[in-house]
């Protein structure tokens, strides 16, 4: 088998590692909702199986994350190895930060550009951001900004479990008009949280939620980023007590880094 049949082969073994992600990626945002849910019925429970189970949670959401982390870890050997066999790679980045889905390199990059963001379109935009991430489908992408750090964050349109799909649902669109957010200012909201809100807090397993002011009102939403790609959203309202840090419990598997 020639050098490259072999590198070839490695880049079907790391799209297979991309869907893997992928498939970790709906994983994490089910957990969270499910964790969502579970703590609006069970909040005021003094019942030891109520906080077994919200540990099992935590816990599960955990090991997914060391999943996807160990996912980058094989991803970036294949790369090397390929690099080192071929003198090429598979791509500028291949791996992607399980924590802020997104590598320094690639941060360093689209962060620091000498191109403002206004200057080009979404399209060019889009081939930008792929550079880095090759997995993104640009006829799937809706919409497309910078984060306050400047890291590339986008809005996609896949299934009703994620994305515009699970954001503008029916249900959690009543949520946000509930709150005072119009269908129609929903996505606007979730991206100037992430351009310029304020994390004050977490929900369900370990979404962030940001505080801002928006259309003349203080505004509260969760939010999950995860490869970049903005995955799950909903309102946060403003009295309701949320916990200061990412993680419920200081559990032994945590303190351990386990």
């Known amino acids: 088998m020639s050098v490259t049949d072999v590198v070839e082969r490695l880049r079907i073994a790391n799209a297979k590692l991309d869907e893997a992600r992928a498939a970790a990626a709906r994983a994490i945002v089910a957990l969270s909702d499910g964790a969502e849910i579970f703590d609006a019925v069970t909040r005021t429970s003094v019942w030891p199986q109520v906080a077994a189970a919200r540990q099992c949670a935590a816990d599960a959401a955990e090991d997914v994350r060391l999943g ?28 992607l930060d399980a924590e802020d889905a997104i590598t320094p390199g690639a941060a360093e990059r689209l962060a620091h550009d000498d191109i403002d963001r206004e200057s080009f379109s979404d399209e060019e935009w889009i081939a930008r951001v792929r550079r880095s991430y090759p997995d993104v489908d640009p006829s799937a992408v809706v919409r497309i900004s910078r984060d306050r750090d400047g890291r590339p964050v986008r809005l996609e349109d896949k299934t009703d479990r994620e994305g515009v799909g699970h954001i503008l649902g029916k249900s959690r669109i009543g949520d946000f008009e509930a709150m005072g957010v119009p269908a129609e200012r929903v996505v606007d909201l979730i991206f100037a949280a992430l351009a310029y809100g304020k994390i004050v807090g977490y929900v369900a397993t370990d979404r962030p939620v940001y505080e801002l002011e928006f259309d003349g009102r203080i505004h509260r939403v969760a ?26 419990f200081d559990s032994p598997r945590r303190r351990h880094g386990r």
């Open 223 to 248: 939010i999950t980023v995860i490869n970049g790609a903005i995955v799950g959203a909903n309102p946060v309202p403003v009295r309701r007590k949320i916990r200061p840090n990412r993680y419920r």
């Open 68 to 95: 996807v982390e160990s996912m980058n870890g094989a991803q970036g050997f294949i790369n090397t190895y390929c690099i080192g066999i071929a003198g090429y790679g598979l791509g500028d980045s291949m791996a």
